[in-house]
């Protein structure tokens, strides 16, 4: 027992190495036990080498096709500036359009593979929730304008455990959504301080989410046949969902069909 525990104590600290043994039975046993952490550790250093190709090669993806997007992207906008005909004219803004889509989906599923494969991790720390809702708010306020819609915020002194980058990015696709979808009205971002955790609502006047379909949202790749015509790739807050998750949180919704809908972030203090 004192063998196999010192085995297992070597093949935790990765320095387990099979050494000779006699032909008793508990060397027999003894043999068997490091054949199968021999046969772990290989296993582990596979999927270790797993790991760094698909790091290559998200890194090629995102490398390879970020200057033809951006070159699409910059023809379209100097041919939209030049004297075309009606229909040629609709046709460049239909392809900026589809260049902006491609563009985005590109950045999101790169974005995806790297906290699915663990080659971003997550670095969560304490701080107050106020500057990361104004940063928010600030990114947003534009374009909720432009849509005359009313971007609210209401001042928090609650604090929560957060990586401040990442939940960021997740606060941002639920209030783009809730922009997308909002045909007039207010958006509203606050937050509540409970004792073991802090809340962030993020609420809106728009279409609301039928009850049917509040489980399926989050799914990757998952959009309503009620938002077809909107532009996306329902990728958004399944993103937010992951990354909220992986720092122990996690996301609610509550919503009335024509009403609007109210998106729940729960951050552990």
């Not at 490398?63 to 040629?88: D, F, G, R, W």
């Not at 937010?240 to 069909?257: D, N």
């Amino acid at each position: 027992m004192k063998e196999i525990e010192r085995m297992l104590d070597a093949a935790m600290t990765g320095s387990f190495s099979e050494t000779n043994f006699d032909e008793s039975q508990l060397s027999a046993l003894e043999t068997k036990f490091a054949h199968y952490l021999s046969a772990a550790e290989a296993s582990s250093r596979n999927v270790a080498q797993e790991k760094d190709r698909i790091k290559s090669l998200i890194a090629d993806i995102s490398h390879q096709t970020k200057t033809p997007i951006a070159n699409l992207l910059l023809y379209s906008e100097l041919l939209m500036e030049e004297t075309l005909p009606v229909s040629a004219k609709a046709n460049v803004e239909a392809l900026y359009k589809q260049s902006e889509k491609l563009r985005f989906l590109i950045d999101s599923l790169v974005k995806l593979s790297r906290l699915e494969n663990g080659i971003i991790s997550l670095s969560p720390q304490q701080a107050a929730l106020q500057p990361l809702l104004e940063s928010v708010v600030e990114q947003y306020a534009a374009k909720a304008s432009e849509k005359g819609l009313s971007l609210q915020m209401q001042d928090t002194d609650a604090f929560a455990v957060f990586d401040f980058k990442w939940t960021a990015e997740a606060l941002a696709n639920i209030v783009d959504n809730a922009i997308k979808y909002t045909e007039h009205g207010t958006i509203t971002i606050s937050a509540v301080s409970y004792e073991m955790f802090a809340r962030i609502d993020i609420s809106d006047t728009g279409s609301g989410i039928s009850e049917t379909e509040q489980a399926k949202i989050f799914a990757r790749f998952y959009r309503s046949k009620a938002v077809q015509e909107q532009k996306g790739v329902g990728i958004g807050l399944y993103l937010a969902r992951q990354i909220i998750s992986g720092e122990g949180g996690y996301i609610k919704v509550a919503s009335v069909p024509g009403k609007g809908s109210t998106f729940s972030i729960f951050l552990p203090k």
